[in-house]
């Protein structure tokens, strides 16, 4: 689709040009405008030097998400710049299943690294969809390739990938290791009798055969493993002590605690500087049940392990520890010299003795900020009655990491006598803790904060007036909307602008009204926005509004765009005729909006409009019109689309296939099959997939 | 004391199988998933007897490791063995090219690659 020069140039000019605050603050309007401006300049925004800002501009082009994203998203794994290929690659994992299809033919691509790309990404995607090309991509030429599709299949984890990885097993040598690890994670116990036969035989594959029996062994199969603990590669032992762990946590068993041997506790103590994780979490949790003594002290090393899973298990071994004795572990948290108090404090949240709360409700005096704010925290959880007047009194603290702990804590708590405390530090000179008091204060909600929400309203700070939008937005049910639906009225155009969005996130239907005067602000994106919300709306009412805003008065094509999408989304009658009428006239954007929502809308009267746009020299467009073709019915459009089969453009063709796949007629099919010789590989297998799901149809003989 | 050897290959089940291979022989293994997190550890003072590298990587591919790794003279004499998948001579060819000491072409056995480290070591003790 073509953007038009000035505005491209505008934010493409910002884009090259300003620091990295200004790129920022920049993918961040880009993100929120969303398309069709957004996708080029975002997709661009991907290869910018700040990792910020490319992660900002991943978050957005997830939010747009649409086919023509994917698409280049999935072109940028040929890229030779490695920061933009990756994070392409993040961003189509966070876009999930939807890339699947755009992602599964460059299994069959003749780059290598892509084909190890496409299957790495699909790994993240875990869409079982992606199950069948992966099984494929097993028997692919290259090593490198066979092995990123198991461990691919590995982190889908769906049973129908289980035999596939047993005849890799054993016919591909060079898999094995993988493939029993990915039948481990998939965790089927259809593996189990052939896994645990093989524990007796290639001494090389025992370890990833291990890991792969802590995952889908069964309360027996710890019996087995306890045989391993002596191996003389102390990998082994580690694996063992992780997969007694994991088999005691599924199947109730107490394998860990019966590793209560002198000889066991030097393994389970080495096993803690393990690199894997895992191992060292399950010794930690063997520690908690076994340990006594200097047990403590290892686990209080694990405090400040790298990873999240095994500081838990810490904690939780240290709260065994703490339920069975509180006393050693209170002693360590009000030492002062001590480490990890902070840590001990969340710890001692986990423990029900009276004593760890008033322990904690002293550290909130504690010389130490860290620790006040971690007692703030953990009073949260810990603290009942008795911790309200303290953390009341936290917020007054200097730090404000810790005015900000007790302002959620109390918002925990939700206890009404809270607000009025909580009201000053809406105007806290630290951004944070204003908006932890707005969240907390939104927890509490009811009547007695609105009341007291409503005045600040009116203040004249923007920024006070936004925190306090941010608070009655986190209030979930109808009370703060019609405090929400007033702030349209605030002179600022980026309030204005927060509003509209929050009415149409919270579905606010009685603000309709509201909305369609908002087509009206003098500020365009207050317009995009306020249509863009009147869609999610969906109210009949709202289409005369959406249809001058589709005449806007500065001809701003974002509003005029969003204007069409809005009355594709409600779908009267009254709207499809001015979308038949914006396919014909308006611009090409407008006109992009304008084809989808009448495909949205599924209109028969849409297939004359459409027609004339075969031929229309934007690929952009003519692949919507197949999108929106796909949506009708009849034989003339089936028609059509097999004409655009012979688009020039593979994208268009791609975008024909998968209207025609959708479609259960025989004119469909006849054109599906005629492209079983296109030129282009993906096209191709496009169409075979569609043909494979039309023969499952109950219609599909029809 | 026991030799250390860096493992650098973004395959997950590679790097386990080279480490768990390696340990069995009583070997010290750290493992990287990439030349950038392999060089993390060199600029820490992280010292080596041997780095085995695969030559196709994300971030940091082994052959930009590699020649990072000659043109460091506290690196320059690290023996390398670089990782090549069959079909890919041309990267072989490069990497020897670039200075890495010797190849290895997966798929491989663990033991080929327990005798491979183990002579490299001795030559390069000696």
Redesign the interface.
């Known amino acids: 689709m073509t953007i038009p020069a000035s505005e491209l140039d505008h934010y493409q000019s910002q884009l090259d040009g300003g620091d990295v605050a200004a790129r920022e603050s920049l993918v961040r309007e880009l993100a929120l405008l969303g398309q069709p401006l957004a996708r080029s300049l975002l997709l661009k925004a991907l290869s910018d030097p700040a990792p910020r800002v490319r992660q900002l501009a991943s978050a957005g082009l997830n939010d747009i998400a649409d086919r023509p994203t994917i698409e280049q998203l999935a072109e940028m794994l040929r890229l030779e710049d490695?920061a933009a290929?990756?994070t392409a690659m993040a961003t189509l994992a966070l876009i999930g299943a939807r890339a699947t299809p755009h992602l599964a033919p460059l299994l069959a691509d003749a780059d290598?690294?892509v084909r190890?790309?496409a299957a790495n990404v699909l790994a993240l995607t875990r869409d079982p969809a992606a199950v069948a090309p992966l099984c494929a991509a097993l028997g692919d030429?290259?090593?490198?390739v066979r092995?990123?599709a198991?461990?691919a299949l590995g982190r889908i984890g769906d049973a129908r990938a289980v035999q596939p990885l047993l005849t890799a097993i054993r016919s591909d040598?060079?898999v094995r290791?993988?493939a029993i690890?990915a039948l481990g994670q998939i965790g089927d116990a259809s593996a189990r009798a052939e896994l645990t036969a093989m524990l007796g035989g290639d001494p090389?594959l025992r370890?990833?055969l291990i890991e792969a029996l802590g995952r889908l062994g069964d309360g027996a199969t710890g019996g087995l493993l306890m045989g391993c603990l002596n191996d003389?590669?102390?990998?082994v032992g580690h694996a063992v002590i992780a997969a007694l762990g994991q088999i005691d946590e599924r199947h109730g068993t107490d394998w860990l605690s019966q590793l209560d041997r002198p000889e066991i506790l030097t393994v389970l103590a080495s096993a803690l500087t393990s690199?894997e994780p895992i191992v060292r979490r399950s010794a930690v949790a063997a520690l908690g049940w076994v340990g006594a003594g200097d047990a403590l002290f290892l686990l209080l090393s694990r405090l400040s392990d790298d990873s999240e899973d095994v500081r838990a298990a810490a904690l939780q071994a240290i709260c065994r520890f703490a339920e069975r004795d509180a006393q050693p572990v209170i002693a360590v948290f009000l030492d002062s010299t001590a480490n990890h108090r902070p840590l001990l404090a969340e710890a001692l949240r986990h423990s029900r003795r009276a004593e760890a709360g008033h322990a904690l409700i002293r550290g909130l005096k504690d010389q130490d900020s860290a620790v006040r704010m971690a007692c703030a925290k953990a009073l949260a959880r810990a603290g009942g009655e008795a911790a309200l007047k303290p953390l009341l009194e936290s917020l007054g603290d200097t730090d404000p990491r810790v005015r900000g702990a007790a302002a959620a804590a109390l918002g925990t708590l939700g206890k009404p006598e809270a607000i009025q405390p909580l009201l000053p530090l809406l105007d806290d000179a630290v951004p944070d803790v204003r908006a932890e008091a707005a969240a907390a204060l939104g927890r509490i909600g009811g009547p007695p904060a609105i009341i007291r929400l409503a005045p600040l309203l009116q203040a004249s700070r923007p920024d006070l007036v936004e925190t306090i939008l941010q608070a009655l937005a986190a209030i979930p049910d109808t009370s703060a909307n019609a405090l929400i639906v007033w702030a349209l009225n605030n002179p600022e155009p980026h309030i204005r602008r927060l509003a509209v969005n929050l009415i149409g996130r919270r579905r606010i239907v009685e603000a309709a009204s509201a909305l369609e005067d908002a087509l009206a602000d003098p500020d365009w994106q207050v317009r995009k926005l306020a249509a863009d919300s009147l869609g999610e709306l969906r109210e009949p009412q709202s289409v005369s509004g959406l249809l001058q805003a589709l005449k806007d008065a500065d001809q701003n094509v974002w509003v005029r765009y969003a204007a069409a999408r809005a009355l594709g989304q409600i779908g009267t009658a009254e709207a499809a005729n001015a979308l038949l009428r914006a396919v014909r006239h308006e611009a090409d954007i407008v006109k992009l909006a304008a084809i989808s929502a009448l495909g949205q809308i599924g209109d028969d009267r849409a297939m004359t409009a459409l027609q004339p746009l075969l031929a229309h020299p934007d690929p952009d467009i003519r692949k919507t019109t197949a999108e929106a073709l796909g949506r009708l019915s009849g034989h003339a459009a089936s028609s059509a689309l097999g004409q655009l089969l012979e688009d020039g453009n593979r994208g268009v063709r791609l975008a024909a296939v998968a209207a025609l796949g959708r479609r259960p007629d025989a004119v469909a099919r006849a054109a599906l099959k005629s492209v079983l010789r296109d030129s282009d590989i993906g096209v191709r297998q496009a169409a075979h997939a569609a043909l494979a799901d039309d023969g499952n149809r109950p219609d599909a003989s029809t | 004391m026991t030799a250390r050897i860096l493992t650098v290959d973004d395959?997950?089940?590679?790097r386990?199988?080279i480490?768990?291979?390696l340990?069995?022989k009583g070997y010290t293994v750290v493992?990287a998933a990439d030349g950038q997190e392999a060089l993390g550890l060199l600029q820490q003072g992280e010292r080596f007897q041997l780095a085995i590298l695969d030559i196709?990587m994300?971030?940091?591919d082994g052959l930009s490791l590699l020649k990072l790794l000659r043109a460091r003279a506290e690196w320059a004499r690290l023996p390398v063995l670089m990782l090549t998948?069959?079909?890919q001579d041309s990267d072989r060819d490069q990497a020897l090219e670039l200075g890495a000491t010797d190849y290895m072409v997966?798929?491989f056995?663990?033991t080929d690659l327990i005798d491979r480290v183990g002579q490299l070591l001795a030559q390069f003790a000696a």
Do not use: C, H
């Open positions: 490695v290929r990756n290598g690294d190890i790309f030429a290259s090593a490198n092995n990123a198991a461990e040598e060079w290791f993988a690890e090389w370890y990833p003389p590669n102390l990998m690199r | 395959s997950a089940s590679v386990k199988m480490e768990f291979a340990k069995s493992a196709n994300p971030q940091m998948t069959e079909g997966k798929p056995k663990p």
